[in-house]
């Protein structure tokens, strides 16, 4: 695929490519990315990769019109090495005169060769952090905007079936992806660290959500055998609505991600814009929003990016690896001490504006020369 003729400025009419019936952070990014320029007011359309690139269709197709050829601007999310398929089935007639946008997630600090590829075929990047923006500034010479995600709280929010779950004790939460990366999302640190502050007590409880198990069955023994006996510890596995994901995290009083690596960090955000305080590996990310006042960063040691499951194996590379008896120090802070929850989570939810519409508008406005 040769790269095509840079048009210019980025201008409506936008399309945005992506895998929309997926339930997974590549799906949310472009879910909530054509929601946004909804809201906005600009024109947008939808192109649904969900089959050609994953195979899968898990949710339902985005209430949007389609893609139409002509000049505007292409919005793909697509991560890097599959930036030449996906223009080869959106065809020339849909991409020609178009500025091309990739909107990337890479959770390590240098892009990878395969990614390097997709560099010649994008006019600009839009990164969700200064994280990531720093990665692909290595490899891409053209226009770089850091924009972080929308994130907005859905209708229909009820903890109360967590709450009961928990038995109305203190709730910790904690949940990922198998395909986005087992060690990345790193739950048996959460757990390793929820057994070293409360061991078998009855009184607090530990929810892990899990998706798509069956990515890495290797993963999930592990993560049960980490588990072992531990009647606190729950894990959940069907497939949420975000209403149900929300009414989850808010019945938490504390959400826990001690990830390796992170490019953005939606579990993080979301609790944020509940009002939750979040305990999180302070590396990566989620440095662009967490901080000591309005959450519990974990001090971590650099080690190299080793993942049995090949997701994120570059040994070259490095990532986190979080203390974890900071990490359980935090959850008993948190779990004795009401007020400083309370603090920590109103900090949070002012410091969530962040990832408001309007702030989010205001970046779009000005990626397109609005």
């Not at 070293?196 to 069955?217: H, Q, S, Y």
């Not at 055998?225 to 510890?233: D, F, K, L």
């Not at 959450?295 to 590379?317: E, I, K, M, T, W």
Request: aromatic letters at 8%.
């Amino acid at each position: 695929m040769r790269p095509m003729p840079d048009p210019g400025c980025a201008s409506p009419p936008v399309t945005v490519a992506g895998v929309f019936r997926s339930a997974s952070g590549l799906g949310e990014s472009a879910r909530l990315n054509l929601a946004a320029l909804n809201d906005a007011g600009i024109a947008c359309a939808a192109a649904d990769l969900s089959y050609s690139l994953l195979g899968t269709q898990d949710l339902d197709p985005p209430p949007y019109p389609g893609a139409s050829p002509g000049a505007g601007t292409l919005i793909l999310h697509v991560s890097g090495p599959f930036v030449a398929y996906a223009l080869r089935t959106l065809g020339r007639s849909m991409t020609d005169a178009k500025r091309i946008i990739g909107v990337w997630h890479w959770e390590l600090p240098r892009l990878p060769a395969d990614w390097r590829a997709g560099c010649a075929l994008v006019h600009e990047v839009w990164a969700p952090s200064h994280f990531i923006a720093d990665a692909v500034r290595q490899d891409f010479q053209g226009p770089i905007h850091v924009i972080p995600h929308p994130v907005r709280l859905p209708e229909n929010i009820d903890p109360t079936p967590w709450r009961t779950m928990a038995g109305n004790g203190f709730l910790a939460v904690t949940q990922f992806n198998m395909a986005s990366g087992f060690e990345r999302k790193n739950p048996l640190a959460a757990i390793a660290a929820f057994r070293r502050a409360f061991g078998v007590d009855n009184t607090v409880c530990l929810i892990i959500k899990m998706l798509n198990a069956e990515a890495w069955p290797e993963g999930e023994r592990r993560l049960r055998n980490a588990i072992g006996g531990a009647g606190n510890i729950h894990v959940v596995t069907q497939l949420m609505t975000r209403s149900e994901v929300f009414s989850m995290l808010a019945a938490a009083d504390a959400v826990v991600s001690l990830h390796r690596a992170e490019g953005f960090g939606l579990l993080a955000a979301e609790a944020m814009l509940l009002g939750k305080p979040v305990i999180a590996t302070n590396w990566s990310a989620t440095t662009d929003f967490l901080t000591a006042q309005n959450s519990c960063p974990v001090p971590y040691r650099l080690v190299p990016a080793a993942d049995p499951q090949g997701n994120y194996h570059y040994p070259d590379q490095r990532w986190a690896e979080p203390d974890i008896d900071e990490a359980a120090r935090c959850l008993r802070m948190l779990r004795d001490d009401p007020e400083l929850r309370k603090r920590l989570g109103n900090r949070a939810k002012g410091d969530s504006v962040q990832f408001g519409l309007q702030a989010y508008h205001a970046h779009m406005r000005r990626a397109l020369s609005l």
